[in-house]
Structures are given as C-alpha cells and as structure tokens.
C-alpha cells in the first residue's frame, strides 16, 4: 500500500465534518482537509455550509508555519441553547447551556417528585419557560436534556417500577415534556447523568469511574472509556436494589428485604432516628444534624457508608475503576465516606485498590445539569441530524 495515501480518521459528510469541528480536532478548513482527506476546495465547500446554516462561525486567523494563516472556525455557541434537568425525589435543578456546553444560568428548586407525572412536568416545564425568558442570552430552545431518579429503560426511555414515584412506572417523561415544550427531549436516570457531568468537569481524567449517587435513596452510574456504560436495557450501575449481607431484614419498595436503598439510603436512616424521638424530617436534616455532631446520626451515617462500600467492593474488584466518586446529599458527611472507603480497602483485592481514588463529588449541584445538558446536545448536535438538515438545505 502506497504510503502517501490517507487514512480517513472522520466521515467526510456535512455532520461528520462539524463533529470534526465541534470535538476540537479541526479548527480551520485546512484542517478539516488534512483530517477527512477532502481536497482544500471540498473542504471549503463543506465548511461554508455549515456556517450558511448557522451551525459554524470563523473565529479569526488561525494558526500557520508558512504563508497566509488559514481562517478559523468554531461552533456558533449562539445558535440556540438547551436545558438541563435534574429531578430528585423533593429537589429539581435546572440549567441553560449553549452549544458549546457552557453554563449560561441555572437554578435550583423545591420539588415533589410523588406529586406524579403530569403536575412535576407542567412544572418543570413552566420553570424552563421562565429560565429562557429571563436569560440574559435570548436563545432559542432547541432541546432538554432530563435525569429522573429512578431506572429508565434504554434506549426507549420508559420509567422502570421507580421506587417513592407512585404514578411513573412506565411513563415515557421525555414525549410528554415535548408534547410540553414544544421541543426534542431525552431522558436517563439521574445518577447516570451526574456521572457523565462528573466526567465532563474533570476531563479525561475521569475516564473510569463508579459514580454513587447517595441522598434520599442510592443509586450508581458508570463511565467506562469516558462514556456512560448503560448495559444491556440501561440497568447498569444500578445498585439500589442489591442485597447487603448481614443487613437488617428491612422491607424495601420492591418487596425483598435488606437492599441497599432500604438500609442505607437517606431515607431509611431519616426513618430510624424519626422512630428514635430525633426531630429529623429529611436527608438535609440528617447531615444538619451530624455536622452537630450527634453522636446516632453520624453512627448511622457510617453504616450506611459500610453497607454501601460493602456492595461496591464487589463492583471495584469486576470493573477496577480508577475513581470511585460520591455524589449526593450523603457525600456531604465525611462519616459516610469514610465508612464506604472502610468497607472497600477492606472487601476488595489489594491490587484493585492500590491506586483506587474514593471522594467525593467535584461537580457537586452542576453535576446532573452539565450530564443532562449534554445529553441533549449529543442527540441534537448528532452527525446524522447535521447531515440532513445541511442536504435538506441544498435541495431547496
């Protein structure tokens, strides 16, 4: 084979060549020319496509060794925005990004998740509305991106027997929010979405890691190779309903006993001190109440830790992640973290924990938002999408 032909590292195609942009890898027509292979002149063409449509600015001169700088480019960050939305079993956040995944505003608010589907999103739906009306940018919507906190079947996007969310089980939240709005809208669960988020502010990295969601309930993601890593159905990193070993015989939301979410999740140890006298009516009350130090409520944070590190040592000893990170309410008390650190350097091989990383969460309230925000942009911005709109452009 002739060494002076090129291999092809992108499709050549108007949406294979703006991902080329979008990624970073090309920053002006020469370079999507040495990327794609495409004479300078194909590659010109293509490129000035995509800034016609609004897709693609020039950026200035670009950066040569010899002769005229080439002309740069980059995503047109002000082509339009999209939301992110993160639903907890009483909280909700939401955030505006632009197409370059910036954060243009967010906000944070109470909400009741068992209130059921149609009231939580008309009113995830008004609080969007209202976040674009008052955003400082004036960009049009173009998509959501949404975690719910419960399993959701991939790639369909149907809601999985949730626990605490009477009403959801088998509710696709993504068409219903677009009969809303108006405008595309995908769905994960949330703790898959604040693991992708997570990612995304650390960089590559946080390639491989098991994300822990811990508040109110507990559930788990993974990124593997820097992707989420759903599975088979989108199950994967589920960890809720896995049995603890010499746990209590606690009866948990999907009829067995001793699951992880039904001793150790903020919920189950809210209900313990409640039964114990303790004026405590939530998982923000519990850690209130630990930072205080009360001596029950930092103990029973510790074991949930224990219990949670218990079912995750078998998880670090398959999977060998580099990073085991805490998110949530729960991360917030150092007694549960160093409860679930205990739990895995004792349960796991030494040669899976030697340069193993447990802490918690960098991205904190952003996570579920910046995960859900790209969601969206990932669908919105898919090359295939690009691709028809650009030919659908040429043949008018």
């Not at 946080?206 to 088979?232: C, E, L, N, Q, T």
Request: charged content about 20%.
């Amino acid at each position: 084979m002739s060494s002076n032909l090129r291999v092809l590292r992108y499709p050549t195609s108007p949406g294979g060549i703006f991902d080329l942009i979008r990624r970073g890898t090309a920053a002006s027509r020469a370079d999507v020319a040495k990327e794609t292979g495409l004479s300078p002149t194909t590659a010109a063409l293509r490129v000035n496509e995509l800034i016609q449509l609004g897709y693609v600015v020039e950026t200035g001169p670009g950066q040569s060794q010899v002769g005229r700088r080439p002309r740069g480019v980059g995503i047109n960050a002000s082509y339009g925005m999209v939301a992110g939305v993160d639903l907890g079993g009483k909280h909700a956040s939401f955030g505006l990004f632009d197409l370059q995944g910036q954060l243009i505003s967010e906000r944070h608010t109470a909400l009741d998740i068992t209130q059921g589907p149609e009231p939580v999103l008309n009113e995830v739906a008004g609080q969007i509305r209202n976040l674009v009306e008052t955003s400082s940018e004036r960009l049009r919507l173009l998509g959501v991106g949404m975690g719910l906190p419960g399993p959701v079947s991939f790639p369909e996007g149907k809601m999985v027997s949730p626990a605490r969310m009477p009403g959801w089980n088998g509710v696709e939240a993504g068409a219903l929010l677009r009969e809303i709005l108006g405008v595309p809208v995908f769905v994960d669960n949330d703790a898959n979405l604040m693991a992708l988020g997570e990612h995304l502010i650390r960089g590559e990295d946080a390639d491989d890691f098991i994300f822990v969601k811990a508040g109110s309930s507990i559930g788990g993601g993974v990124i593997a190779g820097g992707r989420i890593h759903h599975g088979y159905r989108g199950m994967a990193g589920d960890i809720s309903h896995v049995s603890v070993p010499d746990a209590p015989a606690t009866l948990c939301s999907c009829g067995r006993t001793g699951c992880l979410d039904a001793v150790a999740g903020g919920a189950a140890i809210v209900k313990v001190l409640h039964a114990a006298g303790e004026a405590v009516t939530d998982t923000p009350d519990l850690i209130r109440l630990a930072a205080n130090g009360h001596p029950v409520a930092t103990h029973l944070l510790r074991e949930a830790g224990n219990r949670t590190g218990v079912v995750l040592s078998s998880i670090v000893n398959f999977f060998n992640p580099r990073r085991v990170i805490l998110g949530g309410t729960l991360s917030e008390a150092e007694s549960f973290i160093s409860g679930v650190q205990s739990a895995i350097y004792t349960e796991c091989q030494p040669f899976a924990t030697d340069s193993l990383e447990i802490e918690a969460t960098k991205a904190k309230k952003t996570g579920g938002i910046t995960g859900s925000a790209r969601l969206a942009l990932d669908r919105i911005l898919d090359p295939a999408r690009i691709t028809a709109a650009v030919n659908a452009s040429t043949r008018k």
